[in-house]
Each structure stands twice: as C-alpha cells, then as structure tokens.
C-alpha cells in the first residue's frame, strides 16, 4: 500500500496543486496531512473563507484514486472552525483524526494535534509537556484564544490556562488505550508536534524545541510509523533529517518551506515491512 505524508500546507495553492498531482501519479491508498491547513495570513475570515478552495482540492484527491485522507487542525488553525473540517468528512473528502483513532486496511491509524508551549499568541492547541508548561518567551503577553465569533481574547495567565488541560502524556495515552491487543506494531501515528533530539525540531535559530513526551512515548511503544510537522524548516538545518529511526520505528517529518510541495512517499507491505521511502524535494531514496 502507497501512503503519501505531508503537513503544514498553510494557504500555498501551488503546494495544494502539487498534492493532487502527486496523488494523481503516485495512486496511494492513504494520504497524511498532520496539521496546520489554513491560512496564516488574513486573520480569521481568511481561514474560514479557504474551506471552500480545501474541499476543491479534497474532491480532486478523491477523483485521482480511490482512498483515504487523514488530516486535523494544526497549532495555528482556529479551533472554532473544526465544524466545518467535520462537514467535509461527513461528506466523504476525508477523515478528522484529532484525537481519534481509525483502522483500515489492517492498519491503525492515530492523531494527536496537541502542541507545546511556544511564544505565538494563540493557544488554543497547545498543552503542558511534562515539566514544561509556559514557553519563557511570550510575543503576545499572556496569550490568545478566540471566541465564538473569531475574535482574539487575551488570556488572564497562560500557566493557570495550560495547567488546567491535559497534558500531552494524557493525550497520547487516552488515545493509546483505544488500541487493541497487537494493533501498536500495525499503528501509524499523527503527531502534530515532533519528538526531540532526532533532528525534527531544529528552529532556523539552531533551538531544538520538539517534545521528549512524544520521543519517550515512540521509543516505549514502537509503532510502525509516524509523522509529524510544526517546525518547517527542520530538514534544512545542522543536524535536521526528514527520516529517522526511533528504535524499531520509522518516523518523518518532511518539513515545508518555501514553494515546493514537501511530502514523502512509502510502501507498506503485507507484512508491514516499509520500502520505497522518498522525499519529494530531497530526492533521496531510503529502504
């Protein structure tokens, strides 16, 4: 089975075009878009406005082949706007795996969107990381959320806000206890956020901010594979890699920067071995 993972597309059209060209010419039985779909630019009416150019583009992945997309809401798409990503599930363009897990093909898929602190303004998706809760440095004061009208709401303090969710640790393992006996080493996970230290969270600055929750989590469960996104500019930097090997698992984080559709392609066999790994820009093959 072809699976094609990308993430952070943002409102570049150019990259939209080039996932559907991709899938037009890779026929994969499963694409993987781990978060950040709209727009960064243009505030909240922009966001809302791109649904109808995503479900253009979703219908034309669904007319290249028959498959399944999986996707959710990234650290920087509004929250309130999850209503509209549901509709065009319920019309069959796709499936929101925000905390969910699916199971197709004799594989499990699963998606945590969850973030840790950052020093951007809104923060409706991000959550306590282990120890860390505030990122020390803040652009906007104590922060942002919305209200049901898209305006931006400051927060009173951003500990006492993220204090009081779940904790990236929850997160993943309430979703971890919807699997079944035997299903982790068939499970492909949608991490929005990347691990530490495997090269997948290397900010332009040379600051490594991925999560040891998420590399903890890999490395005690071993699933197949996974992916993640977030820090664009990762793969490019001393040290950065778009694939690494977290003991038996394979994970990616395919970056996205400039005008080039960012996505990598794989294989996955019967026996859940993974061959024919590629990078759409790096062109690199591995096996």
Not at 171 to 190: D, F, H, N, T, V
Not at 209 to 214: L, R
Not at 240 to 262: A, C, E, S
Request: hydrophobic share 35%; aromatic share 8%; glycine share 10%.
């Amino acid at each position: 089975m072809k699976i094609i993972l990308t993430s952070d597309l943002h409102q570049m059209i150019g990259k939209w075009d080039d996932l559907v060209s991709l899938v037009q010419l890779e026929q994969p039985r499963f694409v993987l878009i781990a978060g950040d779909l709209l727009p960064n630019d243009g505030g909240h009416n922009a966001q809302k406005q791109f649904f109808r150019t995503l479900r253009r583009h979703l219908r034309r992945i669904k007319e290249a082949t028959s498959l399944t997309v999986f996707l959710y809401f990234g650290n920087d798409d509004h929250h309130i706007l999850e209503p509209r990503l549901d509709a065009q599930e319920n019309e069959g363009l796709c499936i929101n795996l925000n905390g969910r897990v699916h199971r197709e093909e004799g594989l499990v898929f699963c998606g945590m969107n969850k973030v840790r602190d950052y020093p951007f303004g809104y923060k409706h998706w991000c959550a306590p990381d282990g120890d860390y809760i505030r990122c020390p440095e803040q652009f906007c004061g104590e922060g942002l959320t919305l209200d049901e009208r898209g305006n931006f709401v400051r927060l009173d303090n951003l500990l006492d806000h993220l204090s009081a969710k779940p904790s990236l640790g929850e997160e993943l393992e309430r979703i971890k206890a919807q699997l079944q006996p035997g299903e982790m080493e068939r499970s492909i996970w949608m991490i929005h956020h990347p691990p530490s230290s495997v090269g997948m969270d290397i900010c332009g600055d040379g600051r490594q901010v991925g999560s040891p929750t998420v590399l903890k989590f890999i490395r005690k469960n071993q699933p197949l594979l996974g992916c993640s996104g977030h820090i664009h500019e990762s793969p490019y930097q001393p040290g950065g890699r778009w694939v690494n090997k977290i003991g038996r698992t394979l994970w990616f984080q395919p970056g996205q920067m400039d005008y080039r559709l960012h996505a990598v392609s794989l294989d996955v066999s019967s026996d859940f071995s993974i061959r024919n790994v590629r990078h759409s820009v790096f062109d690199e093959s591995k096996d």
